[in-house]
């Protein structure tokens, strides 16, 4: 603990806290995710073991036409998780040596399956109120070897798709986006499956929906769809005949019938998650020095995560608050979690002399963090979540 830490710790105002020995919001602490799988889904996954038609079959079929769908997509190509979706879908759109405009802000798969396909990121910052990419640095940095934009739809909020789509076509880029947490996300009353050249799904674990690992791709171009078919298992045209070098990346039948299960529920799931950011928000918003998530105008937000914002400036100590503010918040029995601790221009992996780092991208790596917002949580729980947001904040406060 910092000097600091300890003389605020020290103050009256903390002597209520947790941390200082004082009774804590709720004695069961209340998870930052929630992974559960119903009889449902285990019954649909131990149904396709009892065939023994485990491999990729009728029930990826039906996964992909339902989800798809959903998204307001023409076709769903399953796959092995949501990393391979990327890959599979930058193969076909994006030539190495290409610049591609990148977030950032974002998960690292979003870029590294850029690096693997050998073309080259341009980093840009993030919206400093939605935290997806600013579509306005992004057009900073077009140049002639600019061929794409590949951009997420983060923490569950869609990106500017009207901007992107729009620079899109002066430029004559590609357009990707991740959506590996964004399930049914909508953009003005569409699927957001109906937009770009493809999007990407994530089904691991911690997601809105799961299968355990597993990924989607949703595409409305027919020959896009056919190519990334090929890639997804071994290029095969037909059985042992191989038009094209691919790769291995399909689901199982048994993920598949679990994800078909869980799909069922998405809907109420993601109808509960918004109901719990509606009352978060509105107690966030009596909280001075705190903020809550703004969903991007145009779009339907569905709170894969809930990410908070600090204001350094409210709370003493100023230096590392964030990261001190969650350790008292833990404490009280709030979970909590840092998406991301760094912007992916200070990851290792990309570094190289004169990179610039994005000043927005740099000022949330020590800002935000997630508190829970998972379909699991009872109303009393979210209600606790504020208590103890407000609790703490009442003891950091300068």
Known sequence: MSTQTSAVLDRPAAAALALRGGTPVTSTPISLVSVSFTEEDIQAAVGVLRSGMVVQGRNCQALEARFASASGAKFGISCANGTCALQLVYEPLIEPGDEVLVPAWTYIATVSMVVARGAIPIFCDADPRTYCIDVKDAAAKITKRTTAIACTHLYGNPVDIDGVEALAAEHGLSVIYDAAQSHLARWRDQGIGAFGDAVTYSFYA???????????????????????????????TSKYIHGAIGYNYRMTDVEAAIGLSQFDRLAPFTARRQANARTLDRLIGQVPGLYAPTPTPGGEHVYHLYPVRIDPQAFAPQSAIRDEFCKALNAEGVMTAIHYPRSLTHQPVFERPGLHHPPVAERLATTLFCIPIHHNLTDRQVLQIGEALNKVASAFRA
């Open 206 to 236: 911690t997601k809105n929906m799961t299968t355990g690992e597993g990924g989607l791709v949703t595409v409305n171009d027919e020959e896009l769809n056919k190519k990334i078919r090929l890639l997804r298992s071994h290029g095969e």
